[in-house]
């Protein structure tokens, strides 16, 4: 045996904190992404300044990417069928609520090519989960979190990954900072709906959803912030995030002058995105189907229409297959069993070392 060589964790000689090193250094080397973008590009437009518009109209959606099934590392085809819709000239600016891809590393450069570039007007993300690994988002497409003004109006776009959901720090001041401007409607926009989780009367409401560990100070400190604003201004807080078991692909709840507003698709028949339309003030929603479908009012899709028993989609067994080969391809799954098998490994040369002491 060459004596200049240390098997792993053969020798007593062997150190346990130089096998820790070399191990983390694998690791690492391992989880380094080589599908590296070589330039940057940003779609996000978060110059919007135009205060002398009183009449326009936008679009928000959510989970473009539709349902785990999906694995082109493109958007849902209910999303790609519509892009003349998305580009019709009557809206000023899109905001998609989250989770816009699957998996953001892999996806991008084929979203850049098929469906960003596809995309004419300013193209907002408030990012979900899946949206974000590591800094990537902001390296390559844009803020997490910014605010901007349109027409008479305070638009913030609010990071719910970040600090378990919590809304604290630069995003806490862009909020203070709408709710105290001279506006006539506020509109927020996020991907986990926050403002559910602490809300007796949503308990059980959105199942699948990503959820806070350990809370989140909407009740505490959001809350109050947006009830300080006086009774004449409209507050609308949207958000993205809805299992693949939803009723509908839109919910709406309202108290007072605060509006809460959930869409999202799942690459469904009941797939679609909500028009916002802005008339002096006046703030209107219509519901926009992505197949054809006829949809109700957005009012309609109420705490009654989701307490209510709707029709399931039946399980279909023939997928559990297609299921388990998406799962065991995708790099999470073989990150998770590397992770679990170095924590392993650590644990079984700590382990051994005690017995030899």
């Known amino acids: 045996m060459d004596n200049n060589r240390i098997p792993f964790c053969s020798s007593r000689n062997y150190s346990v904190e130089t096998g820790c090193w070399e191990i983390i250094v694998i690791v690492l080397f391992l989880f380094i992404?080589?599908?590296?973008?070589?330039?940057?590009?940003?779609?996000?437009?978060?110059?919007?300044?135009?205060?002398?518009?009183?009449?326009?109209?936008?679009?928000?959606?959510?989970?473009?990417?539709?349902?785990?099934?999906?694995?082109?590392?493109?958007?849902?085809?209910?999303?790609?069928?519509?892009?003349?819709?998305?580009?019709?000239?009557?809206?000023?600016?899109?905001?998609?609520?989250?989770?816009?891809?699957?998996?953001?590393?892999?996806d991008f450069p084929l979203y850049r090519n098929k469906f960003f570039d596809k995309i004419h007007t300013p193209f907002h993300i408030a990012v979900g989960n899946h949206d974000v690994s590591g800094s990537f988002f902001e390296d390559y497409i844009?803020?997490?979190?910014?605010?901007?003004?349109f027409g008479s109006d305070a638009h913030v776009i609010l990071d719910t990954e970040k600090n378990d959901g919590s809304i604290i720090g630069k995003q806490l001041a862009l909020l203070k900072r709408a709710c105290n401007s001279d506006c006539q409607n506020i509109f927020i926009y996020s991907h986990r709906p926050v403002w559910s989780e602490e809300d007796t009367e949503m308990i059980g409401i959105f199942k699948d959803n990503t959820s806070s560990t350990f809370?989140?100070?909407?009740?505490?400190?959001?809350?109050?912030?947006?009830?300080?604003?006086?009774?004449?201004?409209?507050?609308?807080?949207?958000?993205?995030?809805?299992?693949?078991?939803?009723?509908?692909?839109?919910?709406?709840?309202?108290?007072?002058?605060?509006?809460?507003?959930?869409?999202?698709?799942?690459?469904?028949?009941?797939?679609?995105?909500?028009?916002?339309?802005?008339?002096?003030?006046?703030?209107?929603?219509?519901?926009?189907s992505l197949t054809g479908q006829n949809l109700n009012s957005l009012e309609s899709y109420n705490l009654a229409f989701w307490r209510a028993e709707h029709p399931k989609e039946e399980f279909n067994s023939r997928l559990i297959k297609l299921y388990l080969v998406n799962m065991a391809s995708h790099r999470y799954f073989w990150y998770g069993?590397?992770?679990?098998?170095?924590?392993?490994?650590?644990?079984?040369?700590?382990?051994?070392r005690r017995l030899e002491k």
């Open 142 to 149: 844009g803020k997490t979190s910014l605010q901007f003004r």
């Open 215 to 288: 809370g989140v100070n909407f009740k505490e400190d959001i809350l109050p912030l947006i009830k300080s604003v006086d009774d004449s201004v409209n507050v609308f807080w949207m958000s993205g995030s809805l299992g693949g078991s939803a009723p509908a692909s839109y919910f709406y709840c309202k108290r007072k002058n605060l509006h809460f507003i959930q869409t999202a698709i799942r690459g469904k028949k009941r797939d679609g995105v909500l028009q916002v339309s802005v008339d002096n003030g006046n703030v209107s929603f219509k519901p926009i």
């Open 33 to 106: 992404p080589t599908n590296k973008i070589q330039a940057q590009i940003n779609f996000v437009d978060s110059s919007v300044t135009q205060d002398e518009i009183n009449q326009y109209s936008f679009l928000v959606g959510g989970h473009y990417y539709g349902n785990s099934i999906n694995s082109t590392g493109l958007p849902a085809n209910t999303v790609l069928a519509n892009l003349d819709l998305f580009n019709a000239d009557l809206y000023r600016f899109h905001v998609a609520l989250g989770d816009v891809f699957l998996d953001v590393r892999n």
């Open 337 to 352: 069993i590397m992770f679990t098998s170095f924590l392993g490994i650590i644990g079984f040369i700590f382990f051994r």
